[in-house]
């Protein structure tokens, strides 16, 4: 049996759950009270306004209440505001507000920094072909 530090999947999701770690750390230390996880859902839904709820959480691979609780915080915090679709009861329409497209856009200053650190003195070949890999896990596991 291998060991579960040597396992490249464990390897995977430590590194993941570090670097998430680290940006959350990052907001907070530049004085945001916003999480990582409300900022995608708002960057996501600026870049794709048709999106659905549901859709919004399979592409953030986000379960459906989980999204619902992040959705109703943004509101509280009047970064976006919900409004049902004319047309399919069943639809939300999620629209960005000005002080949710500032943030937003705040924030993504802190997310490129936070990237250039975690890819520090990794080459472009390298992350070529780790997107590469990455995608052949995904396809080897989708359901």
């Known amino acids: 049996m ?9 390897i995977l999701d430590k ?5 998430h770690q680290y940006a959350s750390n990052q907001l ?7 999480t990582v996880d409300q900022w995608l859902v708002l960057k ?15 592409v953030l691979y986000k379960d459906n209440a989980s999204i619902t609780r992040i ?5 509280k915090s009047e970064y ?8 399919d009861r069943r639809r939300t329409i999620l629209k960005i507000t000005d002080l949710g497209k500032k943030i ?8 490129l920094k936070n990237r250039e650190i975690a890819l520090t003195d990794i080459s472009t070949h390298d992350i070529n072909t ?5 995608q052949k896990i995904i396809n080897n596991t989708k359901p």
């Open 44 to 58: 996501t839904a600026l870049e794709n306004p048709e999106l659905s709820q549901k859709q919004l959480s399979d």
């Open 80 to 87: 976006l505001t919900t409004s049902q679709h004319p047309s």
């Open 15 to 19: 590194a993941f759950r570090s670097y």
């Open 104 to 111: 937003t856009s705040d924030v993504h200053k802190i997310a």
């Open 71 to 75: 959705i109703q915080h943004l509101e």
């Open 130 to 134: 780790l997107n590469s890999i990455l």
């Open 2 to 10: 291998d060991k579960l530090e040597n396992n490249v999947l464990y």
């Open 28 to 34: 907070k230390k530049h004085g945001f009270s916003i």
